[in-house]
């Protein structure tokens, strides 16, 4: 039997797998739609608030995965702490922030969509 200890362990070392795997696979794209945010509206935390917003919806619908779309929100928030703490610490990666094949674009699309709502 696994206790409570052991699970919180292996959910949070399944989601740091994750987290890993999809930055490699997106370029560190959320470090980098922090960095384009904080040039065009003058804050980083605009990708964090969009991609959480996007999850708890997806969570609230009826035909979601509930467990994938939680594991996808605590990812997002695992990265903000991340990014934070490097940001404090003056890390720079070496993923170059310029925007190819569009993005950047769609991402500012979608949020200034989504404000538009919410304003």
């Known amino acids: 039997m696994v206790t409570f200890e052991e699970e919180v362990k292996n959910v949070c070392n399944e989601l740091a797998d994750l987290i890993i795997l999809k930055n490699q696979k997106y370029g560190d794209s959320f470090r980098r739609s922090r960095l384009s945010a904080e040039d065009t509206w003058g804050s980083r935390k605009i990708p964090f608030d969009f991609h959480a917003k996007e999850k ?12 994938d779309s939680v ?13 934070r ?14 925007d190819h094949e569009g993005i950047y674009e769609e991402i500012a699309r979608r949020v200034l969509s989504e404000l538009k709502g919410v304003v």
């Open 85 to 98: 703490r490097l940001d404090d610490r003056g890390y720079v990666n070496s993923v170059s922030i310029l």
């Open 56 to 67: 708890i919806q997806r969570y609230s619908a009826v035909d979601d995965d509930e467990e």
């Open 71 to 83: 594991l996808d929100l605590a990812g997002y928030s695992v990265l903000e702490i991340v990014c």
